[in-house]
C-alpha cells in the first residue's frame, strides 16, 4: 500500500505537495493510473488514481472514501517534559503515535532540562508515524505551557501524574477507565518536584505508579500510552 499525506482534501481532485511528489514519482516511480490510498489526519481515508505522475505537482481523483476511520472512542492526552537529549523526546512521539495517542503537550518544569523545541521537526516525525502506523487521525502537538498554568486549565475527565516519589500510588492499570478522556503527566529526568506534585493533587490530578522499576521519561510515556490503549481494547 502506497500511502501519502495531504492535510486539506475537498473535492474530488487532490495534487500532492512537493515532498510527497517527489516521492511519489522519483523515489517509488509511480505512473499515471496507479491507485495509491490518501490520508488527511483528521480521519479521512480515500483511494486516489493518478492522473498526472508530475514530480513537483502529482495530480490524483479520488476514487474512494472513508470518513472517521479508526476513530475510538477514548481520548488520550500526555502532557509531558521533553528530555534533554531531543532524540529520545522524537523516540516517545512516533512510538506514542503508532500506540495511539490524540494530543501531546510538551510540559515546563521545575526540573526540565529542555526548554525549547522545533515544531516543523516534531510535526514532520507526528505525520511520519501516523503513515506507518495506517491512522487517519494526526496527533495534536500543543506548544510548550508552564505546568501551573496547564494544569490550571486541564479539562479532561481522568486526570493523572505520575511521579517516582513514595507513597500510596496505585497503578494505572487498575484504576484506568475504558471510553473516556484521560490526560496524564509525565515529569522531566529530575521528576517533578514536591510542590508540583502538590499543586496537581490540588486539581485534582490523581497520584499513579507506571510499574515498580524506574523509568525513562520517554519510557514512562509510552507505557502509559499503551496501558490506556490496552484497556481500551
Known amino acids: 500500500m502506497q500511502l501519502f499525506y495531504v492535510p486539506d482534501i475537498s473535492g474530488d481532485e487532490v495534487i500532492l505537495d512537493d515532498t510527497e511528489s517527489k516521492h511519489a514519482v522519483r523515489v517509488l516511480r509511480l505512473a499515471e493510473g496507479t491507485t495509491v ?22 495530480r490524483m481523483t479520488i476514487t ?12 488520550l492526552h500526555i502532557a509531558v517534559a521533553p528530555t534533554k537529549n531531543i532524540d529520545r523526546f522524537e523516540w516517545f512521539l512516533e512510538k506514542a503515535t503508532e500506540i ?11 526540573h526540565s532540562e529542555r526548554k525549547v523545541v522545533k515544531p516543523e521537526r516534531l510535526d514532520k516525525i507526528l505525520v511520519s508515524a501516523m503513515k506507518q502506523s495506517l491512522k487517519a487521525y494526526l496527533p495534536k ?10 494544569i490550571e486549565a486541564a479539562k479532561e475527565e481522568h486526570k493523572f501524574i505520575a511521579h517516582c516519589y513514595e507513597g500510596e500510588k496505585k497503578h494505572l492499570k487498575n484504576i ?25 493533587i490540588t486539581n485534582d490530578f490523581k497520584e499513579i505508579s507506571l510499574g515498580s522499576a524506574r523509568l525513562r521519561t520517554e519510557t514512562a510515556g509510552v507505557v502509559a500510552c499503551h496501558i490506556v490503549n490496552l484497556a481500551n481494547e
Do not use: M, Q, W
Request: include cysteine; charged fraction near 30%.
Open 37 to 58: 490510498e490518501l490520508i488527511d489526519g483528521k480521519g479521512g481515508f480515500y483511494s486516489a488514481k493518478i492522473t498526472d505522475a508530475n514530480s513537483k505537482k502529482c
Open 64 to 75: 474512494d472514501k472513508k470518513k472517521e476511520f479508526g476513530k475510538k472512542d477514548f481520548r
Open 100 to 110: 495511539g495517542i490524540d494530543e501531546i503537550t510538551p510540559l515546563l518544569c521545575e
Open 141 to 150: 502537538l500543543n506548544e510548550f505551557a508552564l505546568f501551573k498554568n496547564f
Open 176 to 200: 484506568i477507565s475504558a471510553h473516556s478522556n484521560v490526560l496524564i503527566l509525565i515529569g522531566p529526568e529530575g521528576d517533578f518536584s514536591p510542590e508540583e506534585v502538590k499543586l496537581a
